[in-house]
């Protein structure tokens, strides 16, 4: 049972790592793109 | 031992979010960036399939602004034009002040816009071509007298004519043209209203004070935009489907190839767009994708007022890597400014001939390209 919540609370932590992951991804993008625009 | 378990878990729980974070972030970054068709436009784009025409080349080409001025006082051709009922109101009917302008020439408010071009072609003979006929025929033909064309149209040197578009300040002059060579071969752009052919034929219009005395004689060739329309090895015209201000339709455009040199654009007035010409160039003629130089009216701020948007116009030039620009006429001082300040490669001309500033190839300025 406990191991069965210990998986589960894993997968919940893989999840929301995956989801902030990708807004920051995106801010990263914009951010470089942003960077590159202004030097040209 | 409970104690021990938790702490495990909020460890597990800790590892596995930085592990998806890492695994989110880059999916994200990566995603974006697929998505963004400017990153990797030539990875996931399909790849542009031209169909690209070879004009030939010239050895050599020479430049004469005849006169850019089209006109002298801004407020009173836009006060004509307002008191005629706007800008769509036909040309022909437009009452247009030609006395008592202090700005003006003689007081006359109209100039007008006239280049002379040489092109040299590889064999060595030298091709004489006027674009455009200008507005008001005294000035035109003082122009004309002064810079030598006059003599070159009494004997008939000038091989044709090239009528860019209809509008008064690029055509109503033409009688300063056929009154010395009425059989001069013209080339005008698909879309000239019937009231332009009967200019030619010699019919006056006396609401917009606009007349001919010599009607046209020569062999009149209608061009349209269906292909690029080669005249020469070298030299070619576009033409453009453009609706215009003051009831006309069509304008064309020169492209030659100079050797060594690449692309040069001769325009009148380019109401279709600087940036629109440019790029037919880049897709329909070999070699189009390096533009050497640029010569003529840009319209882009003839009344000398600025939208935003403007200044993407501008910057939009450095993709084509332009190596000499000559701007005049309708292109507006504020652009030459802008353009001169973004470091584009703007040649000055000399203000005389009432061009006013310098920042523009004004009246009797050349440039050369060989």
Known sequence: MAEEKNVQEIKAGYGRGVLVGLFVGIALFMLTYYLLLMAK | MTKEVLHMDNDFTRRSFVKGMALGTLAGYFGAA????????KQLLPEEKLNLTDIGQIKGLKLKV?????????????????????????????????????????GDNLGGFSTYIEAELLDG?????????????????????????????????????????EHMDHFFGIQAILRHYPDIPMYV???????????????????????????????????????????YPGIALMTFDVPIILRVFGEQAFVFNVKDKGIVLVTGCCHQGIISYMEAVRKSIKGGDKIYAVQGGLHISPFEDWDP??????????????????????????????????????????????SKRDIYLGNGDELIIA
């Not at chain 2, 035109?140 to 091989?159: F, Q």
């Not at chain 2, 190596?323 to 005049?328: A, D, L, V």
């Open chain 2, 34 to 41: 697929a998505l963004s068709s400017t990153v990797f436009k």
């Open chain 2, 66 to 106: 005849i006169s850019e001025t089209s006109w002298y006082d801004n407020n009173v051709f836009l006060n004509d034009v307002k008191k005629a009922g706007g800008l769509l109101v036909n040309q022909y009917e437009i009452p247009w002040t030609r006395e008592g302008v202090k700005a003006g020439y003689q």
């Open chain 2, 125 to 165: 003979k030298v091709l004489k071509i006027l674009l455009d006929t200008g507005w008001n025929t005294h000035w035109m033909e003082k122009r004309y007298e002064e810079e030598g064309i006059t003599k070159k149209l009494v004997s008939k040197e000038i091989d044709f004519l090239v009528s860019s578009h």
């Open chain 2, 189 to 231: 752009p698909r879309g000239f209203y019937q009231e332009g052919f009967d200019l030619l034929k010699g019919k006056s219009f006396p609401k917009a004070n606009v007349s001919n005395d010599s009607p046209h004689r020569g062999k009149l060739s209608i061009l349209d935009s269906k292909q690029v329309n080669i005249l």
């Open chain 2, 309 to 354: 948007q403007y200044d993407d116009l501008i910057l939009a030039f450095n993709k084509y890597s332009v190596k000499t620009i000559g701007c005049n006429h309708c292109t507006g001082f504020i652009t030459a400014e802008k353009m001169l300040k973004a470091g584009l490669p703007i040649v000055k001309g000399t203000a005389r001939h009432m």
